[in-house]
T-cell receptor, first 113, second 116 residues
């Protein structure tokens, strides 16, 4: 069965600094990978997804992620964060065998002024 | 842009009572899901629904839970006899083709269920 690990429960970063949120996955078959964002008191919103093709995926709000099959990782990056990026970020995985998505525990991005 | 809507936004109920959480998925979507998030914990899959039947369910989704699509627009989650540990944020989601297609899950804003 597939699983997702987000090692960092919380990441503090200064405004305009770069950030990387780590995600590792495990699966025995081909995977589809996602990053979702949850702003305070809101639902989950898709940031970006990897289904196939180019391993560098660009999403909304200036975020991007790179699929690395050898390291089974899908880290999320942004070169310069803004206070409005304060949110919880969830990495998620799905595989070709079923239609559900499995989420990681989430990483809370805390932007420091 | 069409969105998934959930009602109510907050539901308070007493232990042992039945609750129904309601969702209106995006109209042309075919796959429907319920997830829950206990405070401070990860988002957990409960159940997926396709072609008017459950396609997959997790261990959490026991006999106390049921889902229904009573008409062409609503998708409901019923908890027959709520327990304190059912307190969580419940998210409904829908997808046009399933997550492996080019249409990922669209989530509602959630219903916060508080069992007292």
């Amino acid at each position: 069965a597939q699983s997702v690990t987000q090692l960092d429960s919380q990441v503090p970063v200064f405004e305009e600094a770069p950030v990387e949120l780590r995600c590792n996955y495990s699966s025995s078959v081909s995977v589809y990978l996602f990053w979702y964002v949850q702003y305070p008191n809101q639902g989950l919103q898709l940031l970006l997804k990897y289904l196939s093709g180019s391993t560098l995926v660009k999403g909304i709000n200036g975020f991007e992620a790179e699929f690395n099959k050898s390291q089974t990782s899908f880290h999320l990056r942004k070169p310069s964060v803004h206070i409005s990026d304060t949110a919880e970020y969830f990495c998620a995985v799905s595989d070709s065998r079923d239609d559900k998505i499995i989420f990681g525990k989430g990483t809370r991005l805390h932007i420091l002024p | 842009e069409p969105e998934v809507t959930q009602t109510p936004s907050h539901q308070v109920t007493q232990m042992g009572q039945e609750v129904i959480l309601r969702c209106v998925p995006i109209s042309n979507h075919l796959y429907f899901y319920w997830y829950r998030q206990i405070l401070g914990q990860k988002v957990e899959f409960l159940v997926s629904f396709y072609n008017n039947e459950i396609s997959e369910k997790s261990e959490i989704f026991d006999d106390q839970f049921s889902v229904e699509r009573p008409d062409g627009s609503n998708f409901t989650l019923k908890i027959r006899s709520t327990k304190l540990e059912d307190s969580a944020m419940y998210f409904c989601a829908s997808s046009e083709l399933g997550p492996e297609g080019n249409s990922p899950l669209h989530f509602g804003n959630g219903t916060r269920l508080t069992v007292t």
